[in-house]
C-alpha cells in the first residue's frame, strides 16, 4: 500500500539555524502533498501544501521542496525559532477522498 | 484555534468498556475524518463521513463505529475496548476533498487510556 516516511526522528537546531526535515513516499502517482505541525498536546496544523505539477513552494519562513523523480519532499524552515519547535509530518491525500496517510514524524528542538 | 472542538480532552476506561468520542467541526465544513495517533507515531486514518454517510474507512475493526448529524458534528464510537485502543483520537472537518485542495482542520484532540 500507499506509504510516507520520514528520513529522520529527530532533528536538534540552534536558534536562528535554517532546519530542513525530509520526506519519501512511495506512490508516483501521488499529485499533492502537506505538511502539518504539531505541537505538545494539539492537533496538527496546516503549514504548506504543493502540488505535483511544481516543485518548490514558499510560505512565510517555510519552503517546501518537491523531487518526483526520487519520490523525496523536504521542509525548510529558515532562521529556526523556539516556536519551531514540534514533530512535523508530511502527509498525502489517498483515495478518492479525504483520506491522509501520514508520515512518522520528525521531532524539531530548537536549542536557544 | 482551527474551530473545530473535541470533547472530552482526555479519558480513562476499562478494557472492555465502550466510549463515545465527540466532534464539533468546523462552520461550514461537511466533511468530518477521524484518525487514531498512538504514543511516537502519525495519525492513522479510522473513517470519514460526508453529509452523514461514512464515506471511506481505514484498516479498523468494526468495533470502531461513528455517526455524522445534521449539523456535521459526528461521533466515535468504540466497543469491547483494548489496551491497544489507548491513542490520541483525532477529528479533521473540511469542506470538501483534501484532494483538490481543501485544508483539513484537526481539533485538539481526545487522549484515550484503556486501562
Same mark, same amino acid.
Given at each position: 500500500?500507499?506509504?510516507?516516511?520520514?528520513?529522520?526522528?529527530?532533528?536538534?537546531?540552534?536558534?536562528?539555524?535554517?532546519?530542513?526535515?525530509?520526506?519519501?513516499?512511495?506512490?508516483?502517482?501521488?499529485?499533492?502533498?502537506?505538511?502539518?505541525?504539531?505541537?505538545?498536546?494539539?492537533?496538527?496544523?496546516?503549514?504548506?501544501?504543493?502540488?505535483?505539477?511544481?516543485?518548490?513552494?514558499?510560505?512565510?519562513?517555510?519552503?517546501?521542496?518537491?523531487?518526483?523523480?526520487?519520490?523525496?519532499?523536504?521542509?525548510?524552515?529558515?532562521?529556526?525559532?523556539?516556536?519551531?519547535?514540534?514533530?512535523?509530518?508530511?502527509?498525502?491525500?489517498?483515495?478518492?477522498?479525504?483520506?491522509?496517510?501520514?508520515?512518522?514524524?520528525?521531532?524539531?528542538?530548537?536549542?536557544? | 484555534?482551527?474551530?473545530?472542538?473535541?470533547?472530552?480532552?482526555?479519558?480513562?476506561?476499562?478494557?472492555?468498556?465502550?466510549?463515545?468520542?465527540?466532534? %464539533? *467541526?468546523?462552520?461550514?465544513? !461537511?466533511?468530518?475524518?477521524?484518525?487514531?495517533? /498512538? @504514543?511516537?507515531?502519525?495519525?492513522?486514518?479510522?473513517?470519514?463521513?460526508?453529509?452523514?454517510?461514512?464515506?471511506?474507512?481505514?484498516?479498523?475493526?468494526?468495533?470502531?463505529?461513528?455517526?455524522?448529524?445534521?449539523?456535521? %458534528? *459526528?461521533?466515535?464510537?468504540? !466497543?469491547?475496548?483494548?489496551?491497544?485502543?489507548? /491513542? @490520541?483520537?483525532?477529528?479533521?472537518?473540511?469542506?470538501?476533498?483534501?484532494?483538490?485542495?481543501?485544508?483539513?482542520?484537526?481539533?485538539?484532540?481526545?487522549?484515550?487510556?484503556?486501562?
Amino acid at each position: 500500500g500507499e506509504s510516507v516516511g520520514l528520513h529522520l526522528p529527530t532533528l536538534s537546531v540552534q536558534e536562528g539555524d535554517n532546519s530542513i526535515i525530509n520526506c519519501a513516499y512511495s506512490n508516483s502517482a501521488s499529485d499533492y502533498f502537506i505538511w502539518y505541525k504539531q505541537e505538545s498536546g494539539k492537533g496538527p496544523q496546516f503549514i504548506i501544501d504543493i502540488r505535483s505539477n511544481m516543485d518548490k513552494r514558499q510560505g512565510q519562513r517555510v519552503t517546501v521542496l518537491l523531487n518526483k523523480t526520487v519520490k523525496h519532499l523536504s521542509l525548510q524552515i529558515a532562521a529556526t525559532q523556539p516556536g519551531d519547535s514540534a514533530v512535523y509530518f508530511c502527509a498525502v491525500p489517498s483515495g478518492g477522498y479525504n483520506k491522509l496517510i501520514f508520515g512518522a514524524g520528525t521531532r524539531l528542538a530548537v536549542h536557544p | 484555534e482551527t474551530g473545530v472542538t473535541q470533547s472530552p480532552t482526555h479519558l480513562i476506561k476499562t478494557r472492555g468498556q465502550q466510549v463515545t468520542l465527540r466532534c %464539533s *467541526s468546523q462552520s461550514g465544513h !461537511n466533511t468530518v475524518s477521524w484518525y487514531q495517533q /498512538a @504514543l511516537g507515531q502519525g495519525p492513522q486514518f479510522i473513517f470519514q463521513y460526508y453529509r452523514e454517510e461514512e464515506n471511506g474507512r481505514g484498516n479498523f475493526p468494526p468495533r470502531f463505529s461513528g455517526l455524522q448529524f445534521p449539523n456535521y %458534528s *459526528s461521533e466515535l464510537n468504540v !466497543n469491547a475496548l483494548e489496551l491497544d485502543d489507548s /491513542a @490520541l483520537y483525532l477529528c479533521a472537518s473540511s469542506r470538501g476533498n483534501v484532494r483538490g485542495g481543501t485544508e483539513a482542520f484537526f481539533g485538539q484532540g481526545t487522549r484515550l487510556t484503556v486501562v
